[in-house]
């Protein structure tokens, strides 16, 4: 494909997961998007043969947005606990401080998606079930490099941290509560204690 | 009204509410509901004036129908923690017990609206309000029994069994992990241990 046509497939994509994060995947439709992008409808379907097409991806785009700013930074972190709790701080709001307007596409789609059934709910569920592997095996890591006990429940620890993840959602966007990281971070020190951190880390 | 305008009225909320349960409030269309509910779009239209008064009442009845099955039973339990304990029970799941199709309209209309305006979301924030001032006042009233230490912080209690029941939501519902039950179980115990919950409770 020519750059040309790479560049209207990026902007595209950018302002496709832009409106996913503030209406949904519901909120998004071909023709707004056109619009929006400045793309002609034609010139669309050139980029993606159809709106499922098209919102798969976009939650591609939304996971590749999500590697550069959540997981990327905390890879120069030391492994372990430190690498963990580097990865939870750029995970909480990361969809603001990548520039999207809205909340986090995937917690959405989560609640938007589960009674519905379909290629996209398919690609969510594989989404999250990358990411869950992903904590778990920093979890695990940091069970290795001795910054928790091997007797930690990792399974149990991930499950509580998504609730952590979507309660701060939840009070930071919805609510739009101003101590919603500080009860963030006092529930995930809590997590970690009850885990039987090191009080070294 | 008649009699007969209250049956209507009563079928097209049920319906209306069971759509909402299953594909979120954007997936509710006026043309739809009618279809569904057996009645004319007019004979809608003598009951609800637009679609936004639609969806206000439909989440009142989501409201009332969570009452009568997550709250009044819980009314008849002993004051303190173990009526807490019973709304717990009572909220994981409370949908589909009440005999929804989908998931609760509440939760996912908080990962719907979040980042949008108008008087549906105003109505959400209110109900959650409600919600969380009440569990607040369970939560002090087990302080007030003596079955909670008056040390124990309230609100950050309230937003972590938030977190229980978010994450509960989308494991059960998203992931629809048999785990999910247990798991939500084990992590209110740790937060109630954590908060210092009497031996003999």
Redesign the interface.
């Known amino acids: 494909m020519s750059t040309k046509g790479q560049t209207t497939r990026s902007r595209l994509l950018a302002v496709g997961l832009d409106t996913i994060?503030?209406?949904?995947l519901?909120?998004l439709t071909l023709g707004g998007l056109a619009v929006e992008a400045g793309v002609s409808k034609s010139g669309l379907f050139a980029h993606f043969k159809s709106k499922e097409d098209l919102q798969l991806s976009i939650l591609d785009e939304a996971v590749r947005l999500a590697g550069a700013h959540v997981v990327a930074p905390a890879m120069n972190v030391e492994p372990g606990l430190p690498r963990l709790r580097a990865i939870v701080e750029n995970w909480l709001g990361w969809s603001t401080r990548s520039g999207l307007?809205?909340?986090c596409p995937m917690?959405?789609a989560?609640?938007?998606?589960?009674?519905?059934s379909g290629e996209v709910r398919d690609r969510?569920?594989e989404q999250?079930a990358a990411w869950r592997g992903f904590l778990t095996a920093l979890v695990r890591e940091a069970v290795s490099c001795g910054h928790l006990p091997k007797t930690v429940d990792v399974?149990?620890f991930v499950?509580?941290l998504?609730?952590?993840y979507?309660?701060?959602?939840?009070?930071s966007?919805?609510?739009r509560d101003p101590q919603a990281r500080d009860?963030a971070g006092?529930?995930f020190a809590?997590l970690l204690r009850?885990a039987g951190k090191r009080d070294a880390q």
């Open positions: 994060s503030v209406e949904g519901t909120g307007r809205g909340g917690a959405a989560i609640f938007e998606l589960d009674d519905l969510i569920v999250e399974d149990q499950w509580e998504f609730g952590i979507l309660s701060h959602h939840a009070s966007r919805f609510l009860r006092r529930a809590a009850r």
